[in-house]
């Protein structure tokens, strides 16, 4: 009974992790494709670990944490504006934090790898795993938080001064 139970349960979760759909199994083509050998030889270690093998790094390293200079952030793999200094916030989670981001220039995907279901954001032009998207931003604006892994970024800063 027990074990009858306990699959009945869990059988949903089970094959909503397993859905696929054409889109799915189909790889994406995105603006600029280059083999994973010519990411790996481009990027620095860390940004090719997130980038390209969505990893994530550790909370509090990155390097646009505590950064609120005036500007853009843009994909370090391929240089596509993904979010303005405007939106940043110090959501205090240990990664930079934005209310929202370039929407055309975002591709939300979802991923299973902690056993739930997450947002994950990707850069629209090259597929570059950015990090996740989560309810909890600030109530004022858009009540996201688009959490972001620094390695992820580049920076071009405001030059209207």
Same mark, same amino acid.
């Given at each position: 009974?027990?074990?009858?139970?306990?699959?009945?349960?869990?059988?949903?979760?089970?094959?909503?992790?397993?859905?696929?759909?054409?889109?799915?199994?189909?790889?994406?083509?995105?603006?600029?494709?280059?083999?994973?050998?010519?990411?790996?030889?481009?990027?620095?270690?860390?940004?090719?670990?997130?980038?390209?093998?969505?990893?994530?790094?550790?909370?509090?390293?990155?390097?646009?944490?505590?950064?609120?200079?005036?500007?853009?952030?843009?994909?370090?793999?391929?240089?596509?504006?993904?979010? &303005?200094?405007?939106?940043? &916030?110090?959501?205090?989670?240990?990664?930079?934090?934005?209310?929202?981001?370039?929407?055309?220039?975002?591709?939300?995907?979802?991923? &299973?790898?902690?056993?739930?279901?997450?947002?994950?954001?990707?850069?629209?032009?090259?597929?570059?795993?950015?990090?996740?998207?989560?309810?909890?931003?600030?109530?004022?604006?858009?009540?996201?938080?688009?959490?972001?892994?620094?390695?992820?970024?580049?920076?071009?800063?405001?030059?209207?001064?």
């Amino acid at each position: 009974m027990k074990k009858t139970l306990l699959t009945l349960l869990l059988l949903p979760f089970v094959v909503s992790c397993q859905t696929t759909n054409k889109e799915t199994l189909e790889k994406k083509k995105y603006a600029v494709e280059k083999t994973e050998a010519t990411w790996k030889k481009e990027l620095p270690e860390m940004a090719y670990f997130v980038l390209r093998q969505a990893g994530t790094e550790s909370p509090f390293t990155g390097e646009y944490d505590k950064f609120y200079e005036a500007g853009v952030y843009a994909c370090a793999a391929c240089k596509t504006k993904l979010y &303005y200094s405007k939106d940043k &916030y110090d959501s205090k989670s240990g990664w930079p934090s934005f209310d929202q981001g370039v929407t055309e220039n975002l591709e939300f995907d979802v991923d &299973y790898k902690l056993g739930y279901a997450r947002t994950e954001l990707k850069c629209n032009t090259c597929g570059g795993h950015l990090g996740h998207m989560f309810n909890d931003g600030p109530r004022k604006t858009t009540g996201k938080r688009h959490c972001i892994n620094s390695a992820a970024l580049t920076f071009i800063p405001d030059t209207d001064e």
